[in-house]
Protein backbone atom coordinates (compact mmCIF):
# COMPACT_ATOMS: atom_id res chain seq x y z
CA UNK A 1 0.00 0.00 0.00
CA UNK A 2 1.26 3.50 -1.15
CA UNK A 3 0.94 5.02 2.42
CA UNK A 4 1.43 2.42 4.43
CA UNK A 5 4.37 3.76 6.47
CA UNK A 6 3.32 6.63 6.47
CA UNK A 7 0.15 5.23 8.45
CA UNK A 8 2.27 3.62 10.86
CA UNK A 9 4.14 6.28 11.88
CA UNK A 10 0.80 8.38 12.35
CA UNK A 11 -0.65 5.61 14.21
CA UNK A 12 2.68 5.83 16.30
CA UNK A 13 2.87 9.33 16.80
CA UNK A 14 -0.97 10.05 18.32
CA UNK A 15 -0.03 7.40 20.84
CA UNK A 16 -0.51 3.92 19.21
CA UNK A 17 -3.55 2.54 18.28
CA UNK A 18 -4.74 1.58 21.53
CA UNK A 19 -4.68 5.86 22.21
CA UNK A 20 -7.00 5.84 19.38
CA UNK A 21 -10.97 5.53 20.20
CA UNK A 22 -11.78 6.57 16.43
CA UNK A 23 -11.16 7.80 13.27
CA UNK A 24 -12.49 9.55 10.30
CA UNK A 25 -11.72 12.21 7.89
CA UNK A 26 -13.17 15.17 6.09
CA UNK A 27 -11.37 16.31 2.90
CA UNK A 28 -7.41 16.97 3.66
CA UNK A 29 -8.06 15.85 7.42
CA UNK A 30 -7.68 13.16 9.67
CA UNK A 31 -9.50 13.83 12.35
CA UNK A 32 -8.70 11.18 15.56
CA UNK A 33 -10.58 11.11 18.71
CA UNK A 34 -7.75 10.11 21.68
CA UNK A 35 -8.04 8.96 24.96
CA UNK A 36 -5.31 10.78 25.77
CA UNK A 37 -3.71 13.71 23.81
CA UNK A 38 -0.73 13.91 25.99
CA UNK A 39 0.57 10.29 24.73
CA UNK A 40 0.49 12.32 20.75
CA UNK A 41 4.13 13.50 19.76
CA UNK A 42 2.52 16.86 17.81
CA UNK A 43 6.34 18.05 17.36
CA UNK A 44 7.34 14.52 15.61
CA UNK A 45 4.02 14.69 13.41
CA UNK A 46 4.19 18.38 12.31
CA UNK A 47 7.78 17.03 11.11
CA UNK A 48 6.95 14.23 8.55
CA UNK A 49 6.98 14.10 5.22
CA UNK A 50 3.53 13.69 4.33
CA UNK A 51 1.74 15.69 7.09
CA UNK A 52 0.75 19.50 6.31
CA UNK A 53 -0.04 20.19 10.13
CA UNK A 54 -1.46 19.11 13.46
CA UNK A 55 -4.78 21.35 15.00
CA UNK A 56 -6.29 20.55 17.90
CA UNK A 57 -10.07 21.21 18.06
CA UNK A 58 -13.37 20.79 19.05
CA UNK A 59 -12.35 17.34 21.07
CA UNK A 60 -10.39 16.36 17.88
CA UNK A 61 -6.61 15.57 17.65
CA UNK A 62 -7.07 16.61 13.65
CA UNK A 63 -3.98 15.53 11.01
CA UNK A 64 -3.86 17.71 8.07
CA UNK A 65 -2.45 15.89 4.90
CA UNK A 66 -4.06 17.52 2.11
CA UNK A 67 -6.33 16.01 -1.12
CA UNK A 68 -5.10 13.00 -0.44
CA UNK A 69 -6.20 12.23 2.87
CA UNK A 70 -8.88 9.94 1.34
CA UNK A 71 -6.00 7.30 0.50
CA UNK A 72 -4.13 7.55 3.66
CA UNK A 73 -7.23 7.18 6.01
CA UNK A 74 -7.88 3.81 4.17
CA UNK A 75 -3.83 3.20 4.86
CA UNK A 76 -4.30 3.88 8.55
CA UNK A 77 -7.05 2.05 8.92
CA UNK A 78 -5.94 -0.85 7.42
CA UNK A 79 -2.70 -0.75 9.47
CA UNK A 80 -4.43 0.43 13.30
CA UNK A 81 -7.43 -2.02 12.53
CA UNK A 82 -9.79 0.21 13.06
CA UNK A 83 -13.10 -0.58 10.78
CA UNK A 84 -15.13 -1.58 13.75
CA UNK A 85 -16.25 0.91 16.03
CA UNK A 86 -13.92 1.94 18.35
CA UNK A 87 -14.91 1.66 22.25
CA UNK A 88 -16.10 4.67 23.66
CA UNK A 89 -13.97 5.73 26.90
CA UNK A 90 -15.15 7.25 29.73
CA UNK A 91 -13.44 10.36 29.11
CA UNK A 92 -14.91 11.33 25.84
CA UNK A 93 -17.74 13.20 27.23
CA UNK A 94 -15.27 15.42 29.15
CA UNK A 95 -14.55 18.72 27.38
CA UNK A 96 -16.45 22.08 27.94
CA UNK A 97 -19.81 22.26 25.82
CA UNK A 98 -18.73 24.64 22.78
CA UNK A 99 -16.16 21.37 21.95
CA UNK A 100 -18.69 18.51 22.65
CA UNK A 101 -20.96 20.35 20.10
CA UNK A 102 -18.85 20.51 17.53
CA UNK A 103 -17.30 16.93 17.66
CA UNK A 104 -21.40 15.83 17.64
CA UNK A 105 -21.80 17.88 14.47
CA UNK A 106 -18.25 16.98 12.71
CA UNK A 107 -18.98 13.54 13.67
CA UNK A 108 -22.48 13.25 12.15
CA UNK A 109 -21.72 15.28 8.83
CA UNK A 110 -18.43 14.36 8.36
CA UNK A 111 -18.71 10.52 6.80
CA UNK A 112 -21.60 12.22 4.34
CA UNK A 113 -19.61 15.50 3.75
CA UNK A 114 -18.32 14.25 0.24
CA UNK A 115 -21.69 12.87 -1.16
CA UNK A 116 -23.18 15.95 -0.02
CA UNK A 117 -21.17 18.17 -1.76
CA UNK A 118 -21.07 16.21 -4.93
CA UNK A 119 -25.21 15.87 -5.01
CA UNK A 120 -25.09 19.86 -4.31
CA UNK A 121 -22.54 20.58 -7.28
CA UNK A 122 -25.10 18.17 -9.32
CA UNK A 123 -27.74 20.09 -8.60
CA UNK A 124 -25.88 23.75 -8.94
CA UNK A 125 -24.88 22.63 -12.66
CA UNK A 126 -28.50 21.18 -13.70
CA UNK A 127 -29.65 24.47 -12.70
CA UNK A 128 -27.07 26.28 -14.80
CA UNK A 129 -27.68 24.14 -17.94
CA UNK A 130 -31.54 25.16 -17.55
CA UNK A 131 -30.58 28.67 -17.19
CA UNK A 132 -28.48 28.34 -20.38
CA UNK A 133 -30.77 26.66 -22.34
CA UNK A 134 -29.14 23.54 -22.42
CA UNK A 135 -31.84 21.43 -20.73
CA UNK A 136 -35.91 22.47 -19.81
CA UNK A 137 -37.21 21.50 -16.39
CA UNK A 138 -39.78 19.01 -18.06
CA UNK A 139 -37.31 16.61 -20.27
CA UNK A 140 -36.14 13.45 -19.08
CA UNK A 141 -32.41 14.31 -18.89
CA UNK A 142 -32.98 17.21 -16.41
CA UNK A 143 -35.33 15.39 -14.19
CA UNK A 144 -32.89 11.91 -14.00
CA UNK A 145 -30.23 14.21 -13.15
CA UNK A 146 -32.06 16.21 -10.44
CA UNK A 147 -33.17 12.49 -9.02
CA UNK A 148 -29.65 12.01 -8.74
CA UNK A 149 -28.84 15.08 -6.97
CA UNK A 150 -31.68 15.79 -4.94
CA UNK A 151 -32.33 12.29 -3.97
CA UNK A 152 -30.05 12.75 -1.26
CA UNK A 153 -31.25 15.88 -0.02
CA UNK A 154 -34.92 13.92 0.22
CA UNK A 155 -34.09 11.17 1.97
CA UNK A 156 -31.37 13.09 4.19
CA UNK A 157 -32.87 12.27 7.09
CA UNK A 158 -32.30 8.52 6.75
CA UNK A 159 -28.46 9.41 6.09
CA UNK A 160 -28.36 11.41 9.70
CA UNK A 161 -30.26 8.45 11.07
CA UNK A 162 -27.38 6.03 10.46
CA UNK A 163 -24.60 8.57 10.99
CA UNK A 164 -26.32 10.02 13.84
CA UNK A 165 -27.30 7.41 15.84
CA UNK A 166 -23.68 5.65 15.54
CA UNK A 167 -22.31 8.99 17.02
CA UNK A 168 -24.73 8.77 19.92
CA UNK A 169 -23.23 5.29 20.54
CA UNK A 170 -26.39 3.05 18.92
CA UNK A 171 -27.63 0.66 16.00
CA UNK A 172 -27.01 2.77 12.85
CA UNK A 173 -29.43 0.96 11.15
CA UNK A 174 -32.20 1.48 13.75
CA UNK A 175 -31.76 5.05 13.15
CA UNK A 176 -32.34 4.75 9.44
CA UNK A 177 -35.47 2.90 10.43
CA UNK A 178 -36.77 5.92 12.62
CA UNK A 179 -35.81 8.06 9.79
CA UNK A 180 -37.47 5.95 7.26
CA UNK A 181 -41.18 6.19 9.45
CA UNK A 182 -40.63 9.97 9.03
CA UNK A 183 -40.17 10.20 5.73
CA UNK A 184 -42.71 7.56 4.86
CA UNK A 185 -45.10 8.78 2.06
CA UNK A 186 -48.40 7.54 3.31
CA UNK A 187 -48.22 9.82 6.15
CA UNK A 188 -46.54 12.34 4.48
CA UNK A 189 -49.39 12.50 1.71
CA UNK A 190 -51.95 12.65 4.78
CA UNK A 191 -52.84 16.36 5.00
CA UNK A 192 -53.48 16.75 1.04
CA UNK A 193 -56.33 13.90 0.90
CA UNK A 194 -58.63 14.95 3.19
CA UNK A 195 -59.86 17.69 5.59
CA UNK A 196 -57.99 18.03 9.48
CA UNK A 197 -60.13 16.76 12.24
CA UNK A 198 -59.66 19.62 14.63
CA UNK A 199 -56.76 22.67 14.43
CA UNK A 200 -54.23 22.62 17.45
CA UNK A 201 -52.88 26.30 18.71
CA UNK A 202 -55.21 28.38 16.39
CA UNK A 203 -54.60 31.91 16.08
CA UNK A 204 -50.75 31.10 17.12
CA UNK A 205 -47.37 31.08 14.44
CA UNK A 206 -47.83 26.97 15.87
CA UNK A 207 -51.37 27.15 14.52
CA UNK A 208 -51.42 23.15 13.08
CA UNK A 209 -54.06 21.35 12.18
CA UNK A 210 -54.57 17.41 13.31
CA UNK A 211 -55.18 15.11 10.44
CA UNK A 212 -54.71 11.80 12.87
CA UNK A 213 -54.42 10.42 16.22
CA UNK A 214 -52.14 7.55 17.22
CA UNK A 215 -53.92 5.79 20.73
CA UNK A 216 -55.97 9.46 20.91
CA UNK A 217 -53.52 11.44 21.10
CA UNK A 218 -53.29 14.01 18.38
CA UNK A 219 -50.33 14.10 15.50
CA UNK A 220 -49.15 16.98 14.00
CA UNK A 221 -47.92 15.70 10.70
CA UNK A 222 -44.98 17.55 9.56
CA UNK A 223 -42.81 17.22 6.01
CA UNK A 224 -39.69 15.41 7.39
CA UNK A 225 -37.93 14.77 4.14
CA UNK A 226 -34.62 17.26 3.71
CA UNK A 227 -35.14 17.86 7.27
CA UNK A 228 -32.29 17.93 9.73
CA UNK A 229 -33.17 18.51 13.47
CA UNK A 230 -35.94 16.23 14.00
CA UNK A 231 -33.81 12.68 13.02
CA UNK A 232 -30.87 14.49 15.24
CA UNK A 233 -32.88 14.61 18.21
CA UNK A 234 -34.91 11.38 17.48
CA UNK A 235 -31.68 9.29 17.77
CA UNK A 236 -30.35 10.77 20.53
CA UNK A 237 -33.15 9.83 22.99
CA UNK A 238 -33.21 6.15 20.68
CA UNK A 239 -29.07 6.00 21.71
CA UNK A 240 -30.28 6.16 25.22
CA UNK A 241 -33.25 3.99 25.43
CA UNK A 242 -31.72 1.45 23.46
CA UNK A 243 -28.91 1.10 25.54
CA UNK A 244 -31.56 0.99 29.00
CA UNK A 245 -33.19 -2.07 27.59
CA UNK A 246 -30.08 -3.94 26.32
CA UNK A 247 -29.59 -3.57 30.37
CA UNK A 248 -33.03 -5.61 31.29
CA UNK A 249 -33.78 -7.47 28.55
CA UNK A 250 -32.58 -10.89 28.45
CA UNK A 251 -29.97 -12.28 26.17
CA UNK A 252 -32.32 -14.89 24.44
CA UNK A 253 -34.09 -11.87 23.57
CA UNK A 254 -32.42 -9.02 22.96
CA UNK A 255 -31.31 -9.48 19.68
CA UNK A 256 -35.11 -8.55 18.32
CA UNK A 257 -36.82 -6.95 21.22
CA UNK A 258 -34.21 -4.28 22.21
CA UNK A 259 -34.97 -2.59 18.29
CA UNK A 260 -38.84 -3.42 18.63
CA UNK A 261 -39.14 -1.90 22.22
CA UNK A 262 -37.00 1.00 20.82
CA UNK A 263 -39.02 1.25 17.75
CA UNK A 264 -42.17 1.29 19.39
CA UNK A 265 -41.82 4.26 21.80
CA UNK A 266 -39.34 6.40 19.97
CA UNK A 267 -40.90 6.87 16.51
CA UNK A 268 -44.64 7.33 18.42
CA UNK A 269 -43.10 10.07 20.33
CA UNK A 270 -41.74 11.36 17.37
CA UNK A 271 -44.40 11.73 15.60
CA UNK A 272 -46.06 13.35 18.53
CA UNK A 273 -43.68 15.62 20.45
CA UNK A 274 -40.11 15.38 19.27
CA UNK A 275 -40.47 16.05 15.49
CA UNK A 276 -43.06 18.86 15.51
CA UNK A 277 -41.43 21.03 18.06
CA UNK A 278 -37.90 20.24 16.64
CA UNK A 279 -39.14 21.57 12.98
CA UNK A 280 -40.37 24.59 14.70
CA UNK A 281 -37.15 25.13 16.38
CA UNK A 282 -35.68 24.02 13.07
CA UNK A 283 -37.85 27.31 11.12
CA UNK A 284 -37.32 29.68 13.94
CA UNK A 285 -33.18 28.99 13.82
CA UNK A 286 -33.76 29.81 9.66
CA UNK A 287 -35.63 32.29 10.54
CA UNK A 288 -33.15 33.93 13.48
CA UNK A 289 -30.27 33.26 11.11
CA UNK A 290 -31.78 35.39 8.11
CA UNK A 291 -33.08 37.54 10.45
CA UNK A 292 -29.26 38.32 12.18
CA UNK A 293 -28.14 38.67 8.39
CA UNK A 294 -30.87 41.29 7.19
CA UNK A 295 -30.11 43.57 9.97
CA UNK A 296 -26.67 43.98 8.02
CA UNK A 297 -25.80 42.38 4.98
CA UNK A 298 -22.25 43.98 4.66
CA UNK A 299 -21.11 43.71 8.25
CA UNK A 300 -22.27 39.72 8.33
CA UNK A 301 -20.35 39.58 5.10
CA UNK A 302 -17.07 40.84 5.98
CA UNK A 303 -17.73 39.09 9.71
CA UNK A 304 -17.70 35.75 7.91
CA UNK A 305 -16.00 36.30 5.09
CA UNK A 306 -12.98 37.43 6.89
CA UNK A 307 -12.86 34.79 9.50
CA UNK A 308 -14.13 31.84 7.77
CA UNK A 309 -10.53 30.09 7.49
CA UNK A 310 -10.34 31.03 11.33
CA UNK A 311 -13.26 29.33 12.05
CA UNK A 312 -11.83 26.26 9.60
CA UNK A 313 -8.60 26.48 11.79
CA UNK A 314 -9.91 25.92 14.96
CA UNK A 315 -13.29 23.66 13.98
CA UNK A 316 -16.26 26.46 14.31
CA UNK A 317 -17.22 26.33 10.94
CA UNK A 318 -19.43 22.80 12.26
CA UNK A 319 -21.50 25.05 14.10
CA UNK A 320 -22.71 27.03 10.71
CA UNK A 321 -22.42 24.05 8.38
CA UNK A 322 -25.70 22.76 9.80
CA UNK A 323 -27.50 26.02 9.80
CA UNK A 324 -26.43 26.18 6.35
CA UNK A 325 -27.99 22.96 5.78
CA UNK A 326 -31.59 23.42 7.87
CA UNK A 327 -31.96 26.86 5.78
CA UNK A 328 -31.68 25.01 2.62
CA UNK A 329 -34.62 22.41 4.22
CA UNK A 330 -37.11 25.21 5.66
CA UNK A 331 -36.92 28.32 3.53
CA UNK A 332 -35.08 27.31 0.14
CA UNK A 333 -31.98 29.02 0.43
CA UNK A 334 -28.91 30.29 2.40
CA UNK A 335 -27.04 33.32 3.29
CA UNK A 336 -24.63 32.11 4.87
CA UNK A 337 -22.47 30.04 2.76
CA UNK A 338 -22.57 32.33 0.22
CA UNK A 339 -20.91 35.05 2.14
CA UNK A 340 -17.60 33.11 2.16
CA UNK A 341 -17.76 32.09 -1.27
CA UNK A 342 -14.99 34.60 -2.26
CA UNK A 343 -12.41 32.87 1.14
CA UNK A 344 -10.63 29.65 -1.78
CA UNK A 345 -9.61 32.66 -4.69
CA UNK A 346 -8.60 35.25 -2.12
CA UNK A 347 -6.17 32.86 -1.05
CA UNK A 348 -5.43 31.52 -4.72
CA UNK A 349 -4.45 35.13 -5.31
CA UNK A 350 -2.18 35.28 -2.52
CA UNK A 351 -0.51 32.12 -3.13
CA UNK A 352 -0.19 33.33 -6.44
CA UNK A 353 2.10 36.22 -5.91
CA UNK A 354 3.88 34.09 -3.39
CA UNK A 355 5.14 31.60 -6.12
CA UNK A 356 6.28 34.97 -7.86
CA UNK A 357 7.91 36.73 -5.15
CA UNK A 358 9.85 33.42 -3.78
CA UNK A 359 12.94 32.16 -4.32
CA UNK A 360 12.79 29.64 -2.13
CA UNK A 361 12.16 25.86 -3.85
CA UNK A 362 10.41 24.54 -1.25
CA UNK A 363 7.77 27.47 -1.53
CA UNK A 364 7.84 26.76 -4.96
CA UNK A 365 6.75 23.52 -4.84
CA UNK A 366 3.80 23.61 -2.33
CA UNK A 367 2.08 26.71 -3.68
CA UNK A 368 0.99 25.61 -7.41
CA UNK A 369 -0.87 22.31 -6.44
CA UNK A 370 -2.48 24.54 -3.75
CA UNK A 371 -3.45 27.11 -5.66
CA UNK A 372 -5.61 24.35 -7.64
CA UNK A 373 -6.88 23.07 -4.43
CA UNK A 374 -7.80 26.50 -3.24
CA UNK A 375 -9.78 27.12 -6.20
CA UNK A 376 -11.90 23.89 -6.22
CA UNK A 377 -12.38 24.90 -2.72
CA UNK A 378 -9.95 22.96 -0.52
CA UNK A 379 -7.85 25.44 1.62
CA UNK A 380 -5.95 23.75 3.86
CA UNK A 381 -3.03 22.45 1.61
CA UNK A 382 -2.35 26.50 1.20
CA UNK A 383 -3.55 27.80 4.33
CA UNK A 384 -1.13 25.47 6.38
CA UNK A 385 1.29 24.90 3.98
CA UNK A 386 2.18 28.16 2.75
CA UNK A 387 0.55 31.71 4.17
CA UNK A 388 -0.35 30.69 7.41
CA UNK A 389 4.02 29.76 8.18
CA UNK A 390 4.26 32.97 6.05
CA UNK A 391 1.73 35.12 8.43
CA UNK A 392 1.19 37.80 6.26
CA UNK A 393 -0.51 35.94 2.89
CA UNK A 394 -3.12 34.65 5.38
CA UNK A 395 -4.05 37.97 6.70
CA UNK A 396 -4.06 39.28 3.41
CA UNK A 397 -6.64 36.48 2.18
CA UNK A 398 -8.52 36.87 5.18
CA UNK A 399 -8.93 40.84 4.70
CA UNK A 400 -9.52 39.87 0.21
CA UNK A 401 -12.50 37.61 1.96
CA UNK A 402 -13.73 40.08 4.10
CA UNK A 403 -13.89 42.76 1.09
CA UNK A 404 -15.61 39.67 -1.35
CA UNK A 405 -18.06 39.19 1.42
CA UNK A 406 -18.94 42.79 2.01
CA UNK A 407 -19.93 42.81 -1.95
CA UNK A 408 -21.92 39.56 -1.82
CA UNK A 409 -23.69 40.77 1.26
CA UNK A 410 -24.30 44.57 -0.89
CA UNK A 411 -25.94 42.47 -3.61
CA UNK A 412 -27.87 39.90 -1.68
CA UNK A 413 -26.26 36.90 -3.00
CA UNK A 414 -27.80 33.85 -1.48
CA UNK A 415 -26.89 30.10 -2.07
CA UNK A 416 -30.23 28.03 -3.42
CA UNK A 417 -28.73 24.44 -2.69
CA UNK A 418 -25.86 23.01 -0.54
CA UNK A 419 -22.99 23.03 -3.55
CA UNK A 420 -19.27 22.40 -2.80
CA UNK A 421 -16.82 25.55 -2.04
CA UNK A 422 -14.67 27.21 -4.76
CA UNK A 423 -15.64 26.84 -8.64
CA UNK A 424 -18.15 24.37 -7.52
CA UNK A 425 -20.14 26.84 -5.42
CA UNK A 426 -20.63 28.86 -8.40
CA UNK A 427 -24.11 27.01 -10.16
CA UNK A 428 -25.56 27.62 -6.35
CA UNK A 429 -25.93 31.22 -6.70
CA UNK A 430 -28.23 30.90 -10.11
CA UNK A 431 -32.07 31.61 -9.01
CA UNK A 432 -34.53 29.33 -9.69
CA UNK A 433 -36.58 31.05 -10.87
CA UNK A 434 -34.52 34.58 -12.53
CA UNK A 435 -31.50 32.48 -13.31
CA UNK A 436 -28.44 34.48 -13.97
CA UNK A 437 -29.91 37.54 -12.07
CA UNK A 438 -27.68 40.24 -10.37
CA UNK A 439 -26.98 38.54 -7.44
CA UNK A 440 -25.30 35.84 -9.55
CA UNK A 441 -23.13 38.46 -11.00
CA UNK A 442 -22.24 40.07 -7.70
CA UNK A 443 -21.07 36.28 -6.94
CA UNK A 444 -18.29 36.70 -9.90
CA UNK A 445 -17.22 39.97 -8.87
CA UNK A 446 -16.94 39.35 -5.55
CA UNK A 447 -14.44 36.66 -6.83
CA UNK A 448 -12.43 38.19 -8.96
CA UNK A 449 -11.86 41.14 -6.34
CA UNK A 450 -10.79 38.94 -3.75
CA UNK A 451 -8.33 37.42 -5.70
CA UNK A 452 -6.73 40.61 -7.25
CA UNK A 453 -6.85 42.46 -4.16
CA UNK A 454 -4.77 39.70 -2.18
CA UNK A 455 -2.24 39.02 -4.79
CA UNK A 456 -1.69 42.51 -4.95
CA UNK A 457 -1.44 43.09 -1.17
CA UNK A 458 0.93 40.24 -1.06
CA UNK A 459 3.13 40.89 -4.15
CA UNK A 460 3.66 44.32 -2.76
CA UNK A 461 3.33 43.72 1.53
CA UNK A 462 3.94 40.18 2.34
CA UNK A 463 7.35 40.05 3.17
CA UNK A 464 8.13 36.63 0.87
CA UNK A 465 11.54 37.86 -0.20
CA UNK A 466 12.38 38.34 3.51
CA UNK A 467 11.13 35.45 4.80
CA UNK A 468 12.42 31.81 4.35
CA UNK A 469 10.36 28.46 4.01
CA UNK A 470 13.40 26.59 4.95
CA UNK A 471 12.43 25.61 8.44
CA UNK A 472 10.11 23.14 9.54
CA UNK A 473 6.42 24.52 8.19
CA UNK A 474 5.39 23.81 12.04
CA UNK A 475 7.84 25.98 13.52
CA UNK A 476 7.67 29.18 11.23
CA UNK A 477 8.24 32.20 13.91
CA UNK A 478 5.48 35.09 14.12
CA UNK A 479 7.44 37.30 14.62
CA UNK A 480 8.18 38.65 11.26
CA UNK A 481 7.16 41.85 9.58
CA UNK A 482 6.01 42.52 5.49
CA UNK A 483 9.30 43.63 3.80
CA UNK A 484 10.80 44.00 -0.04
CA UNK A 485 14.54 43.02 0.99
CA UNK A 486 16.23 40.94 -1.96
CA UNK A 487 17.10 37.16 -1.48
CA UNK A 488 21.22 36.74 -1.33
CA UNK A 489 22.25 34.83 -4.40
CA UNK A 490 23.47 31.00 -3.92
CA UNK A 491 27.34 30.61 -3.69
CA UNK A 492 29.98 28.29 -2.61
CA UNK A 493 30.08 27.94 1.35
CA UNK A 494 31.83 26.17 4.09
CA UNK A 495 29.24 25.64 7.34
CA UNK A 496 31.32 24.68 10.58
CA UNK A 497 30.32 23.70 13.60
CA UNK A 498 27.89 25.14 16.30
CA UNK A 499 29.05 22.72 18.53
CA UNK A 500 31.30 20.92 20.50
CA UNK A 501 30.94 17.16 20.82
CA UNK A 502 30.22 13.75 18.71
CA UNK A 503 29.56 13.64 15.56
CA UNK A 504 26.59 11.42 14.64
CA UNK A 505 25.07 10.46 11.25
CA UNK A 506 21.70 12.20 10.80
CA UNK A 507 19.84 9.01 9.59
CA UNK A 508 21.09 7.30 12.85
CA UNK A 509 18.78 9.66 15.28
CA UNK A 510 16.17 8.73 16.73
CA UNK A 511 13.64 11.33 14.76
CA UNK A 512 11.71 10.12 11.69
CA UNK A 513 11.96 14.11 10.02
CA UNK A 514 15.26 14.71 10.67
CA UNK A 515 16.51 10.91 9.90
CA UNK A 516 14.81 10.96 6.89
CA UNK A 517 16.09 13.94 5.71
CA UNK A 518 12.56 15.59 5.16
CA UNK A 519 14.14 18.73 6.88
CA UNK A 520 17.47 19.03 5.04
CA UNK A 521 20.87 17.28 5.31
CA UNK A 522 23.74 17.36 7.31
CA UNK A 523 24.93 15.70 10.80
CA UNK A 524 23.82 15.28 14.14
CA UNK A 525 26.23 16.30 17.31
CA UNK A 526 26.03 15.04 20.37
CA UNK A 527 27.28 18.37 22.55
CA UNK A 528 29.51 18.33 25.33
CA UNK A 529 29.48 21.99 25.75
CA UNK A 530 26.02 24.19 25.94
CA UNK A 531 27.46 26.81 23.67
CA UNK A 532 25.64 26.94 20.69
CA UNK A 533 27.46 29.63 18.10
CA UNK A 534 26.98 30.42 14.44
CA UNK A 535 28.85 28.15 11.76
CA UNK A 536 28.10 31.10 9.03
CA UNK A 537 27.94 34.99 9.18
CA UNK A 538 24.70 35.97 7.63
CA UNK A 539 21.61 36.42 9.18
CA UNK A 540 18.66 35.16 11.44
CA UNK A 541 15.83 34.15 9.57
CA UNK A 542 14.02 32.14 12.49
CA UNK A 543 14.40 31.95 15.96
CA UNK A 544 11.59 30.51 17.74
CA UNK A 545 9.99 31.28 20.59
CA UNK A 546 10.42 28.53 22.78
CA UNK A 547 14.63 28.90 21.99
CA UNK A 548 15.34 25.65 20.91
CA UNK A 549 15.79 25.93 17.25
CA UNK A 550 17.57 28.60 14.96
CA UNK A 551 17.89 29.27 11.12
CA UNK A 552 20.47 31.34 10.04
CA UNK A 553 20.37 32.74 6.05
CA UNK A 554 24.31 32.80 5.27
CA UNK A 555 25.68 36.15 3.36
CA UNK A 556 25.76 33.11 0.36
CA UNK A 557 22.25 31.93 0.72
CA UNK A 558 22.92 29.09 2.57
CA UNK A 559 19.73 28.34 4.62
CA UNK A 560 20.95 26.62 8.12
CA UNK A 561 18.43 25.12 10.64
CA UNK A 562 20.00 24.18 14.29
CA UNK A 563 17.29 21.99 16.53
CA UNK A 564 18.99 21.42 19.77
CA UNK A 565 17.97 18.21 21.14
CA UNK A 566 15.18 16.06 20.61
CA UNK A 567 11.26 17.05 20.78
CA UNK A 568 12.62 19.64 23.43
CA UNK A 569 9.73 22.25 21.67
CA UNK A 570 7.93 20.88 25.31
CA UNK A 571 10.31 22.14 27.49
CA UNK A 572 8.85 25.74 26.40
CA UNK A 573 11.94 27.81 26.54
CA UNK A 574 13.12 26.22 29.67
CA UNK A 575 16.75 25.51 29.91
CA UNK A 576 17.68 27.87 27.25
CA UNK A 577 18.74 31.51 27.02
CA UNK A 578 19.54 33.91 23.93
CA UNK A 579 19.59 37.79 23.97
CA UNK A 580 19.34 37.67 19.96
CA UNK A 581 16.14 38.11 17.72
CA UNK A 582 15.24 37.08 14.70
CA UNK A 583 16.70 39.90 11.60
CA UNK A 584 19.97 40.37 13.31
CA UNK A 585 23.13 39.81 11.88
CA UNK A 586 25.61 37.42 13.30
CA UNK A 587 29.53 35.99 12.19
CA UNK A 588 30.97 33.12 12.27
CA UNK A 589 31.54 31.95 15.83
CA UNK A 590 29.26 34.59 17.43
CA UNK A 591 27.71 32.87 20.53
CA UNK A 592 23.93 32.22 19.29
CA UNK A 593 22.43 30.65 22.73
CA UNK A 594 23.40 28.45 25.33
CA UNK A 595 21.69 25.78 27.16
CA UNK A 596 21.40 23.84 30.30
CA UNK A 597 22.40 20.04 28.84
CA UNK A 598 22.02 18.59 32.43
CA UNK A 599 18.33 20.13 32.92
CA UNK A 600 17.46 19.17 29.41
CA UNK A 601 18.60 15.56 30.39
CA UNK A 602 17.20 15.64 33.58
CA UNK A 603 14.05 16.31 31.95
CA UNK A 604 13.69 13.17 30.02
CA UNK A 605 15.04 14.42 26.64
CA UNK A 606 17.79 13.76 24.41
CA UNK A 607 20.76 16.19 23.59
CA UNK A 608 20.96 15.38 19.75
CA UNK A 609 20.98 18.62 17.77
CA UNK A 610 20.55 18.00 14.21
CA UNK A 611 22.01 20.32 12.16
CA UNK A 612 20.94 20.65 8.48
CA UNK A 613 20.91 22.63 5.29
CA UNK A 614 17.36 23.08 4.31
CA UNK A 615 18.20 24.45 1.13
CA UNK A 616 20.33 21.70 0.01
CA UNK A 617 18.69 21.01 -3.83
CA UNK A 618 20.55 24.01 -4.30
CA UNK A 619 23.82 22.99 -3.45
CA UNK A 620 26.66 19.80 -4.35
CA UNK A 621 26.75 19.00 -0.75
CA UNK A 622 30.05 17.07 1.18
CA UNK A 623 29.98 16.11 5.23
CA UNK A 624 33.35 16.23 6.22
CA UNK A 625 33.67 12.88 8.13
CA UNK A 626 35.25 13.04 11.82
CA UNK A 627 34.25 11.75 14.83
CA UNK A 628 34.28 14.66 17.41
CA UNK A 629 34.33 18.42 16.40
CA UNK A 630 35.21 21.25 18.44
CA UNK A 631 33.08 24.41 17.90
CA UNK A 632 33.95 26.25 14.73
CA UNK A 633 35.54 23.17 13.06
CA UNK A 634 34.83 22.71 9.19
CA UNK A 635 31.97 20.12 8.95
CA UNK A 636 30.27 20.74 5.63
CA UNK A 637 31.10 22.28 2.45
CA UNK A 638 28.67 23.29 0.11
CA UNK A 639 29.32 23.85 -3.71
CA UNK A 640 26.51 26.10 -5.79
CA UNK A 641 25.53 24.15 -9.03
Known sequence: MKYQQLARDIIQHVGGKENVNSVVHCITRLRFKLKDESKANTEALN????????RKSGGQYQVVIGNHVADVYKAVVAEGGFEAKAEVDQDEEKGNLLNRFID????????????LVASGVLKGFNALFVAVGLLNEQGGTYQILNAIGDGLFYFLPVILG????????????????????LVYPDLEGIPASGEPLYTLFAGTMYESPVYIEFLGIPVILMTYSMSVIPIIIATFFAAKLETTFAKFVPDVLKMFLVPLLTMLIIIPLTFIIIGPIATWASQLLGAASVGIYDLSPIIAGIFIGGLWLVFVMFGLHWGLVPIAINNFATIGHDPILALIFAHSFALAGALTAVIIRSRNQKTKALAPPAIVSSIFGVTEPGMYGV????????????????????????????????????VFQIPSFIHPE???????VAAIISMLVAAVLSFVLTYFFGGIRKQKAGAEASEKPSNTEPANDSEPEVKSEVITSPLTGEVRKLEEIDDTAFASGALGKGIAI?????????????????????????GITSDNGAEILIH???????????????????GERVEKGQELLTFDIDGIQEAGFEITTPVVVTNHEQYQLKIIEQSSVTAESTVIELTSK
Open 564 to 582: VGLDTVQLEGKYFETSLQQ
Open 526 to 550: EPIDGKLVSPVSGTISALFPTKHAI
Open 104 to 115: MISGIFTPILAV
Open 434 to 440: EGLNQSF
Open 162 to 181: YTAMKKFGGTPFLGMVIAMA
Open 387 to 422: ALPLKWPFIFTAVSSAVGGAILGMFGTLGYNMAGLG
Open 47 to 54: KMDGVVTV
